[in-house]
């Protein structure tokens, strides 16, 4: 069994910062990638940013130059920081990892909550 445990989320101003933390843990040979989504009430899941075991990045146009995704692979960890945000940054934020074991399978996280206030 996996578990991806997140913290981090909250409320900030216009123009804050925050930090979201996942950690991966349980039974699993390693993690392939590692991400964030995110979703708005009324809007569909949408990617935030992902990282690949091999430290590439792939980040959704609308956070590019504000958001920066890193990883801890001796902790199988993901960070988020978040700079710059705006109101329409507001989202729940969803943890994602492809964890190899005797097959590959992906998780999630159960959910931030990141609110900016205007």
């Known amino acids: 069994q996996v578990q991806l445990v997140e913290s981090g989320g909250g409320l900030v101003h216009t123009g804050g910062s925050l930090r979201l933390s996942c950690a991966a843990s349980?039974?699993?040979?390693?993690?392939?990638?590692m991400g964030w989504y995110r979703q708005a009430p009324g809007n569909q899941r949408e990617l935030v940013a992902t990282?690949?075991?091999?430290?590439?990045?792939n980040y959704a146009d609308s956070v590019k130059g504000r958001f920066t995704i890193s990883r801890d692979n001796a902790k199988n960890t993901v960070y988020l920081q978040m700079n710059s945000l705006k109101p329409e940054d507001t989202a729940v934020y969803y943890c994602?990892?492809?964890?190899?074991?005797?097959?590959?399978?992906?998780?999630w996280g159960q959910g931030t909550q990141v609110t900016v206030s205007s």
């Open positions: 349980g039974s699993f040979f390693s993690v392939a990638s």
């Open positions: 990282s690949t075991s091999g430290a590439s990045t």
């Open positions: 994602y990892a492809r964890v190899v074991s005797t097959t590959i399978l992906a998780y």
